[in-house]
Nanobody, 120 residues
Framework: QVQLVESGGGLVQPGGSLRLSCAVSGRIFSIYSMNWYRQAPGKDRELVAVVTGGGSTNYSDSVKGRFTISMDNAKKTVYLQMNSLKPEDTAVYYC??????????????WGQGTQVTVSS
């Protein structure tokens, strides 16, 4: 069974920084990509950042230049470094993994979500 465990959310003042982590466990054969989404109250879930198994990254325009996604393949952990945070970054952040599980094929998995609140 695949599990994604997120950590690192919290309350931060505008302009501050946070780092989110998401550790993947299970019989992982390969990782296509690991992604961070966020969902603010009353809004649709939004794709924030992507890192592929090969290390390519992509960001939404709203976070480009402020957020950095990275992946430690050995630890099967993805990070989201968030700098210069703004109140509009307030949301529940979800980790998502597009991967192949040994004996089960390719599928999509989600973490439980972690709250990020940017407020003075």
């Amino acid at each position: 069974q695949v599990q994604l465990v997120e950590s690192g959310g919290g309350l931060v003042q505008p302009g501050g920084s946070l780092r989110l982590s998401c550790a993947v466990s299970g019989r992982i054969f390969s990782i296509y990509s690991m992604n961070w989404y966020r969902q603010a109250p009353g809004k649709d879930r939004e794709l924030v950042a992507v890192v592929t198994g090969g290390g390519s990254t992509n960001y939404s325009d709203s976070v480009k230049g402020r957020f950095t996604i990275s992946m430690d393949n050995a630890k099967k952990t993805v990070y989201l470094q968030m700098n210069s945070l703004k109140p509009e970054d307030t949301a529940v952040y979800y980790c998502n993994a597009d991967l192949v599980v040994s004996g089960r094929g390719r599928s999509d998995y989600w973490g439980q979500g972690t709250q990020v609140t940017v407020s003075s």
